[in-house]
């Protein structure tokens, strides 16, 4: 039976497949150019970069890429002006094969990293069951959004608690995002190219539990720097 991960979706709460125990990676924040990662789906491509502010999840994600776990996965989740999601394992695993889907990521929040449109960021449990907002150890999602006003800004904020800075605030009031998710949940990377895709995979038809009724598959692979 799949567990959950919730992610708050405008309307209501919204359940993702689950996480127990902890893995922490490679701490240490490499210098120089972000890594960047090609994922390719049957509505296009989209490169996405990592960023070096969250090690933790940035190697994983790496880690993962390499070993190709993602590829033939697919976005198993759509909500049309808020996000994509992928990453569940179940959605390509045999009989018998083993899936860390389990394992979480300690939570690396940044001031700085925020959920404008495009963003990529990490599904989680909800904080009833994981005050410490640990990231799934493999689900993301990447933000659709919308765009926003003063007064849909200040509804955000009172929501999240989080006092949205002016620099976010007029990114979010041009090209849009999700900020009442902001400072909870880690936002680790960002599409850089193919912001398009998004919309035309954010359009398909889904059916219960907002999963589309066509595949979205998806694979991955790492730019060379």
Same mark, same amino acid.
């Given at each position: 039976?799949?567990?959950?991960?919730?992610?708050?979706?405008? %309307?209501?709460?919204?359940? *993702? @497949?689950?996480?127990?125990?902890?893995?922490?990676?490679? /701490?240490?924040?490499?210098?120089?150019?972000?890594?960047?990662?090609?994922?390719?789906?049957? #509505?296009?491509?989209?490169?996405?970069?990592? #960023?070096?502010?969250?090690?933790?999840?940035? =190697?994983?994600?790496?880690?993962?890429?390499? &070993? $190709? !776990? #993602? =590829?033939?996965?697919? *976005?198993?989740?759509?909500?049309? &002006? *808020?996000?994509?999601?992928?990453?569940?394992?179940? /959605?390509?695993?045999?009989?018998?094969?083993?899936?860390?889907?389990?394992? /979480?990521?300690?939570? $690396? !929040?940044?001031?700085?990293? *925020?959920?404008?449109?495009?963003? %990529?960021?990490?599904?989680?449990?909800? =904080?009833?069951?994981?005050?410490?907002?640990? @990231?799934?150890?493999?689900? !993301? #999602?990447?933000?659709?959004?919308?765009? !926003?006003?003063?007064?849909?800004?200040?509804?955000?904020?009172?929501?999240?608690?989080?006092?949205?800075?002016?620099?976010?605030?007029?990114?979010?009031?041009?090209?849009?995002?999700?900020?009442?998710?902001?400072?909870?949940?880690?936002?680790?990377?960002?599409?850089?190219?193919?912001?398009?895709?998004?919309?035309?995979?954010? $359009?398909?038809?889904?059916?219960?539990?907002?999963?589309?009724?066509?595949?979205?598959?998806?694979?991955?692979?790492?730019?060379?720097?």
């Amino acid at each position: 039976m799949k567990t959950n991960i919730l992610l708050l979706s405008f %309307l209501s709460m919204i359940l *993702f @497949s689950g996480c127990s125990s902890t893995k922490t990676g490679n /701490t240490s924040v490499k210098k120089g150019k972000e890594q960047l990662v090609l994922i390719s789906t049957n #509505y296009g491509d989209m490169k996405v970069k990592l #960023y070096n502010e969250t090690p933790i999840h940035r =190697d994983n994600f790496i880690r993962l890429v390499v &070993q $190709e !776990f #993602y =590829d033939s996965l697919t *976005f198993h989740r759509v909500i049309n &002006q *808020f996000m994509i999601q992928g990453g569940n394992p179940e /959605t390509k695993l045999s009989a018998g094969e083993k899936s860390e889907e389990g394992e /979480t990521l300690p939570a $690396e !929040f940044r001031p700085n990293l *925020f959920h404008k449109k495009g963003a %990529l960021a990490a599904a989680r449990m909800g =904080d009833n069951v994981n005050p410490e907002k640990k @990231s799934s150890y493999s689900q !993301f #999602y990447i933000v659709q959004g919308k765009v !926003f006003n003063d007064a849909s800004l200040a509804a955000a904020e009172a929501r999240s608690g989080h006092t949205i800075p002016e620099d976010q605030r007029a990114v979010y009031k041009t090209i849009g995002g999700t900020p009442h998710l902001d400072q909870n949940y880690t936002v680790f990377g960002e599409v850089v190219e193919g912001l398009w895709v998004i919309d035309k995979i954010a $359009e398909v038809k889904t059916g219960p539990g907002d999963v589309p009724v066509e595949n979205v598959i998806m694979t991955m692979k790492l730019v060379k720097k």
